[in-house]
């Protein structure tokens, strides 16, 4: 089977063994690929053991089952890594998470921070990224305004009329 964070391995020989702690995640972003792959295939249980030590009280173990089981995940796209090799302390990684819930695409695009802490990479927190808000970059032609087509109508009267095809 492909291992779901996409990296275009097994699974059996990409997340399964840091999943089932049989070896250590060796940077931040086997750690991220490796929760990403426990999201989408339910091992909450190493969702939580992954949480720095010092975060796990703060994780909602039922709301993070709940949102792994009820969402139907699809890939992952690691966008860029910031430190987190094997003989850094601490890590960040911007990635991008697909998955649909209640019939809704959704992306969620996050920078996640890591810590090691003797020598055991831990997902510290993370801020999701919003998208850029849309800004115009031509004039607003205006209700009152003559119709942009040469109509010589107003534009209200025209291509702005409700149901109008420009």
């Known amino acids: 089977m492909q291992c779901p964070c ?5 699974y059996a020989s990409c997340c399964e063994p840091i999943i089932t702690q049989q070896r ?3 940077t931040a972003e086997e750690l991220m690929r490796s929760r990403y792959s426990a999201y989408a295939l339910g091992h909450v249980d190493w969702i ?3 949480q720095s030590p010092d975060g796990r009280q703060f994780v909602d173990r039922d709301a993070t089952e709940q949102w792994s089981k009820k969402a139907q995940w699809h890939r992952m796209e690691v966008l860029e890594t910031q430190q987190g090799g094997e003989d850094d302390t601490e890590g960040f990684v911007s990635f991008k998470a697909y998955y649909t819930m209640g019939g809704e695409d959704i992306t969620h695009h996050e920078v996640a921070s890591f810590r090691k802490e003797d020598g055991v990479w831990y997902f510290v927190d993370g801020v999701e990224v919003k998208p850029r808000p849309f800004k115009r970059t031509e004039r607003k ?5 003559p119709c942009s087509c ?3 109508k107003k534009f209200k009267k025209c291509c702005g009329k409700p149901g109008a095809t420009v």
């Open 48 to 50: 939580v053991d992954s």
């Open 141 to 145: 032609v205006g209700p009152n305004e």
């Open 150 to 152: 040469g109509s010589g």
């Open 24 to 26: 250590q995640a060796k």
């Open 6 to 10: 996409t990296s275009g391995s097994d």
